[in-house]
């Protein structure tokens, strides 16, 4: 089994800061792209951020300048730091990771259970 759990959600005025954390467990031989998409009320999940495993990134129109996503392949652990957040931000926050289990097996998109991210003052 692999589980994908995140951490760092909270409340936090417009302006302020949030870390994300995401750490897969369970049995892994690799993980490929992992990023964090998120979902407002009555809105579709969005890409917020990815990055492969080498670390280079791609990030929402809406987050960049703002957001940065990182990952600890040794750790098979990503983050999301988020400063100057906007009320705009506000959202349950998902991990996604592509994972293959073992190499005979195929790669599968894992999703984390997530966290919410409210911005308000």
């Known amino acids: 089994q692999v589980q994908l759990v995140e951490s760092g959600g909270g409340l936090v005025q417009p302006g302020g800061s949030l870390r994300l954390s995401c750490a897969a467990s369970?049995?892994?031989?690799?993980?490929?792209?992992m990023g964090w998409y998120r979902q407002a009320p009555g809105k579709q999940r969005e890409l917020v951020a990815v990055a492969d495993t080498g670390g280079r990134a791609n990030y929402a129109d809406s987050v960049k300048g703002r957001f940065t996503i990182s990952r600890d392949n040794a750790k098979n652990t990503m983050y999301l730091q988020m400063d100057n957040l906007k009320p705009e931000d506000t959202a349950v926050y998902y991990c996604n990771a592509a994972i293959q289990r073992l190499a005979i097996l195929p790669t599968i998109n894992y999703w984390g259970q997530g966290t919410q991210v409210t911005v308000s003052s």
């Open positions: 369970g049995t892994i031989f690799s993980i490929n792209a």
